[in-house]
């Protein structure tokens, strides 16, 4: 469902991922690896994922609010107003 309303949230982007923020957008700056974003009402976790053209292999692990969204969810999870979504890739080493 679209509407012409917006609301806020904070895009939060972990390791090589926030290469991918732009210095601004919606006019607000980055600061760090964290962008404050308007998107419309009903905007998905997958939405936000696509429009920052975030490769499917490095988003691996996605939390809005510290809850863990997986992959079949993120699609369909509704984003609600200031809300905190965080991705991060897959993390290796040892």
């Known amino acids: 469902m679209r509407s012409n ?3 806020h949230i904070t895009l939060r982007l972990y390791a090589m991922l926030s290469d ?3 210095p601004e957008a919606d006019g607000q700056r980055r600061k760090g690896n964290e962008l404050p974003l308007n998107v419309p009402e009903g905007a998905t976790v997958q939405g936000v994922i696509d ?3 975030l490769p ?4 691996h692990l996605v939390l809005v ?3 863990y969204i997986p992959p ?3 699609d369909g999870h509704a984003l609600a107003a200031n809300d ?3 991705i991060w890739p897959p993390v290796a080493g040892g």
């Open 5 to 7: 309303s917006f609301m």
């Open 72 to 74: 079949r969810a993120r």
């Open 20 to 22: 991918h923020l732009p």
């Open 56 to 59: 499917s292999k490095l988003v």
């Open 51 to 53: 429009r920052f053209n």
């Open 84 to 86: 905190e979504l965080a």
């Open 65 to 67: 609010n510290g809850v």
